[in-house]
């Protein structure tokens, strides 16, 4: 009895997850398994058999090395960075201030602003020549070529913390909303400093939003891309030419192998990432019974 | 006391997040000439051998916040004397529209399943749509090219739009979202003799509404600013959306680029603004539990 219900529940899954599925497999999946069979030939066009050739090449390759650290490096300073600072504004707004429904839209806004509008402003404030450094020279200080020198890494940080800090403090201030003020009275009448609380409380009941908030972080860490590009055009400074670069100028230049196998291996990374990830959240979720 | 302390603080924060915007809406009433004066340090022709010797007495661009005499001319010169433009606006609507259209229809299915019914590949599944999720478009991007033109989808919407209806995303947002629809809801209604089609379409699908509004929101973004997918598929310069053709405009154009970013954020920051509400209440509620 129990089985043919759930196999009652599981023809019905399938018949509501077929749309998804067919075009997920047709346009994702299955071009990601051709993308994995091309990395394995040495030409895209009655290429023959070469094994891990590819892959070899594209790992003594040093263009290939700065864009992989580039990526990396950015992900894991920007990514935490946004997080932190989210959850401060988040706690910020969550006390009692004035007009927190505008504060709030005024953070958010950056999120929904296109991209190709803005990146005129983060021209003309970033260029040699322009009004940062213009600042700077009034100030007395020395002014900096901030996109095409080693600070350009830290521009790009920026505009990622200016975007996508407002989603992750909404989706931060939900979770603090949703702890329960009792617990926090319960701890304070057991003499519980606040530092204690945060620590004991805030923290620990927040770790299912922190998993979300990181996942989405990371999502649009890799977005970035696109002010990047409109910014600094398909040859950034060498710091901030990331994986995304790298790929899109392959296949430019035609360079199917390179192409195939670098996103293979970025493929790879991501997935053990996630891996990760969701094992922790077990765990995690196990551990403080939710 | 305290209570204004933070809020001057929140709001001087504010401030420096509404302020890119700010500056695009101000600096598209300036005329065409005026702009063109005032960019010169940064659009110059000189850039290329600027020096950074703080003492050099260099021309900065001054961030000058009002126009000297406001004027509706870039505008006029956007919207009635260069026809292309609209155009394009249209472009980007025709290619935005059925993405969200078909998203919001295939995902919320699929989140359905995920989320309110049990079968054997649930969790492996769901987490390969997480990590396809993560990939940037590069990594597939060859073998998606291959896929389009076998089907015969080059140089047309489809080529975006078919990948963009089948994106995870609305999958992950929407089964976070219906995981807190409680399975009592659906038992309830299957006690009643709804089938599961009437249980997802009569219960689940109404009790869904500020999740697939949010996703509506995020995905008009999202795709009101994709700039990579249309330069790779579609050849045609007539059929860019908008936000390619101004990242061009930013290039040659500078007179009129304010206008035009400011005609092509509109449509963004009257529904933020009008939905502001949705998209909070959405992104919450998904994110509170992993």
Same mark, same amino acid.
């Given at each position: ?54 892959? %070899?090449? =594209? ?6 090395? +700065? ?8 992900? /894991? *300073?920007? @990514?935490p960075l946004n997080m932190l600072l989210s959850l401060g504004l988040a706690m910020l707004l969550n006390r009692n201030a004035y007009f927190r429904s505008w504060l709030r839209i005024s953070f958010l806004f950056p999120l929904v602003i296109?991209?190709?509008?803005v ?14 450094? %213009?600042? =700077? ?6 002014? +900096? ?8 890494? /830290? *521009?790009? @940080?920026v505009?990622y913390l200016w975007k996508n800090v407002g989603y992750n403090m909404v989706l931060f201030l939900a979770g603090l909303q949703n702890i329960p003020a009792e617990y926090y009275e319960a701890a304070a009448?057991?003499?519980a400093g606040k530092f204690r609380q945060w620590r004991s409380i805030t923290l620990v009941y927040l770790m299912p939003t922190t998993?979300f908030v990181?996942?989405i972080s990371?999502?649009n ?10 910014? /600094? ?58 | 006391m305290r209570k204004a302390l933070l809020s001057a603080v929140l709001a001087v924060l504010a401030v420096l997040f509404v302020f890119p915007i700010a500056l695009?809406l ?39 916040w ?144 500020p999740?697939?509004a949010a996703?509506?929101i995020l ?49 963004v920051i009257l529904l933020m603004l009008y939905a502001e509400n949705h998209l909070v209440e959405g992104i919450q509620l998904s994110g509170i539990?992993?």
């Open positions: 009895m129990l089985k043919r219900l759930n196999n009652q529940e599981g023809v019905a899954a399938a018949l509501f997850l077929a749309p998804s599925v067919a075009g997920f497999a047709l346009f994702f999946f299955v071009p990601f398994l051709i993308g994995c069979y091309y990395s394995l030939l040495d030409s895209p066009v009655d290429g023959s058999f070469v094994g891990l050739r590819n892959y %070899g090449d =594209l790992l003594r390759n040093e263009v290939f090395h +700065r864009a992989a650290w580039n990526t990396f490096r950015f992900t /894991a *300073v920007s @990514v296109p991209v190709a509008s990146v005129l402003i983060w021209r003309i404030v970033f260029d040699a020549n322009g009004t940062l450094n %213009g600042l =700077l020279h009034a100030w007395g200080w020395i002014p +900096r070529d901030w996109m095409e020198s080693g600070y350009s890494p /830290a *521009v790009v @940080v505009v009448i057991d003499g998993f990181f996942i990371i999502l860490s890799f977005k970035v891309f696109r002010e990047t590009y409109l910014i /600094a055009g398909e040859y950034p400074h060498e710091d901030i030419y990331m994986m995304q670069h790298y790929m899109n100028n392959m296949f430019r230049s035609l360079d199917y192998q390179k192409l195939t196998s670098a996103a293979f291996l970025m493929a790879l990374a991501i997935t053990v990432l996630v891996w990760t990830l969701f094992r922790a959240e077990r765990r995690l979720a196990r551990s403080i019974g939710g | 695009t101000t600096q598209s009433l300036r005329s065409e000439h005026e702009i063109t004066v005032n960019l010169a340090p940064v659009s110059g022709a000189e850039s290329s051998e600027s020096t950074l010797d703080p003492r050099a007495d260099k021309e900065y661009m001054a961030l000058n009002v126009p000297d005499r406001a004027t509706l001319s870039q505008y006029y010169e956007v919207l009635v004397k260069q026809p292309r433009f609209l155009f394009m606006f249209w472009n980007s609507v025709f290619l935005t529209v059925p993405v969200i259209v078909g998203q919001i229809a295939v995902s919320s299915l699929a989140g359905y399943a995920f989320s309110q019914l049990r079968f054997r590949w649930r969790e492996p599944l769901f987490f390969l749509y997480v990590v396809t999720m993560l990939m940037p478009f590069q990594v597939t991007l060859v073998p998606n090219f291959i896929i389009a033109d076998r089907l015969g989808l080059l140089d047309s919407y489809s080529a975006i739009i078919f990948p963009g209806v089948f994106g995870a995303f609305g999958v992950f947002l929407l089964r976070q979202f219906m995981t807190y629809i409680p399975y009592s809801y659906g038992e309830a209604a299957r006690v009643d003799g709804c089938g599961r089609l009437q249980t997802f379409l009569r219960i689940v699908l109404p009790l869904s509404k999740g697939i996703l509506a995905l008009f973004i999202d795709n009101w600013n994709m700039v990579e997918q249309p330069l790779i598929f579609l050849q045609d310069a007539n059929k860019q959306p908008l936000s390619v053709y101004l990242s061009i405009i930013g290039e040659g154009e500078l007179g009129i680029a304010f206008a035009a970013s400011t005609v092509y954020m509109a449509p539990k992993g």
